[in-house]
Nanobody, 124 residues
Framework: QVHLVESGGGLVQDGGSLRLSCAAS????????MGWFRQAPGKEREFVSA????????WYADSVRGRFTISRDNDKNMVYLRMNGLKSEDTAVYYC?????????????????WGQGTQVTVSS
């Protein structure tokens, strides 16, 4: 069992920045591929980014590549999502997820544990 708690969401102006954090507790953190997903009102949950168990590999959705950066600190059991150049279309609830898989994946079904989400609102 892994417990995930996101933080760092909020209201930001168009073009602004935020850093989301996800604290993990429970089973060995390094067993898990970590991902960030988001869900906007009236839309399905979508993949944002993933990071491998060691942090050596990352993957981004086309919509955020070049603006968002995922990272993890395995000593602190933390994963982060740095978001720069925020746009109104980035407004959503952002979820941290842990997948018991050695392969980075954008498929939400491959992630076993989810946080409660943190709201990000970008005002234009």
């Amino acid at each position: 069992q892994v417990h995930l708690v996101e933080s760092g969401g909020g209201l930001v102006q168009d073009g602004g920045s935020l850093r989301l954090s996800c604290a993990a507790s429970g089973r060995t953190f390094t067993w898990y591929t970590m991902g960030w997903f988001r869900q906007a009102p009236g839309k399905e949950r979508e993949f944002v980014s993933a990071i491998s168990r060691t942090g050596g590999s990352t993957w981004y959705a086309d919509s955020v590549r070049g603006r968002f950066t995922i990272s993890r600190d395995n000593d602190k059991n933390m994963v982060y999502l740095r978001m720069n150049g925020l746009k109104s279309e980035d407004t959503a609830v952002y979820y941290c997820a842990a997948g018991d898989t050695p392969i980075m994946t954008r498929a939400s079904r491959e992630y076993n544990y989810w946080g409660q989400g943190t709201q990000v609102t970008v005002s234009s």
